[in-house]
């Protein structure tokens, strides 16, 4: 099925550990974007990409990474993971005509 | 002041009645605005978008737009329980590379 793929769905890390969240697209958007979501603050923008080969700090950008590896993956790390990094990933896509088309989540918990 | 703002509710309407659900944001700039309906624990999904003054209507959803009193509001008529949601009203960013600004999101709740 077209979309967006994101893995894990759920992680639990212990503080200072690190990690990547990964997603995947099919449908061959030029542009990739990376939210999180808390409580009552709706979606922020962390880390997005224009096309393949670039990337831009969007709102929070602190604490993470991103790669574009290619047209179809853009990853998101945490190198150094903190008990306010605690929240839903989600990577998203975006076609010229239309509004953002959302992977799963990943629902990330730092202990 | 946010740049997107929504009232985070619940808003609670019985069946059958017109929900109405109401977003302003401060990007005077901004020509693209789109609304997302989230279920609880689950992904956003796109269920209107709008880029023109007036109203667009598709289905129970009427989305209406005021770009000088920067107002973006979403209908449902003949709301149904499965419409129980978290409604995010989202504004494209000017001059950015398609950066989708979203509210916090109204909680609907509909019900028999």
């Known amino acids: 099925n077209a979309g967006v793929t994101q893995t894990p769905k759920f992680q639990v890390l212990k503080t200072g550990q690190s990690m990547t969240l990964q997603c995947a697209q099919d449908?061959?958007?030029?542009?990739m974007y990376w939210y999180r979501q808390d409580p009552g603050m709706g979606l922020r923008l962390i880390y997005y990409?224009?096309?393949?080969?670039?990337?831009d700090k969007g709102e929070v950008p602190n604490g993470y990474n991103v790669s574009r590896l290619n047209k179809r993956e853009f990853s998101l790390r945490l190198e150094s993971a903190a008990p306010s990094q605690t929240s839903v990933y989600f990577c998203?896509?975006?076609?010229?005509?239309?509004?953002?088309?959302f992977g799963s989540g990943t629902r990330l918990t730092v202990v | 002041q946010k740049e997107v703002e929504q009232n985070s509710g619940p808003l609670s309407v019985p069946e059958g009645a017109i929900a109405s659900l109401n977003c302003t944001y401060s990007?005077?700039?901004?020509?693209?605005f789109f609304w997302y309906r989230q279920y609880s624990g689950k992904s956003p999904e796109l269920i209107m978008s709008?880029?023109?003054?007036g109203d667009k209507e598709d289905g129970r959803f009427t989305a209406q737009l005021n770009k000088a009193s920067q107002y973006v509001s979403l209908l449902i008529r003949d709301s149904q329980p499965s419409d129980s949601a978290t409604y995010l009203c989202?504004?494209?960013?000017?001059?950015?590379?398609?950066?989708?600004?979203f509210g916090a999101g109204t909680r609907l709740a509909v019900h028999p």
């Open positions: 998203a896509s975006r076609d010229q005509q239309n509004g953002y088309t």
């Open positions: 449908m061959n958007h030029n542009s």
């Open positions: 990409s224009a096309s393949e080969g670039t990337t």
């Open positions: 990007d005077r700039g901004s020509q693209s």
């Open positions: 709008i880029y023109s003054n």
């Open positions: 989202a504004v494209k960013a000017s001059g950015g590379y398609n950066k989708l600004i």
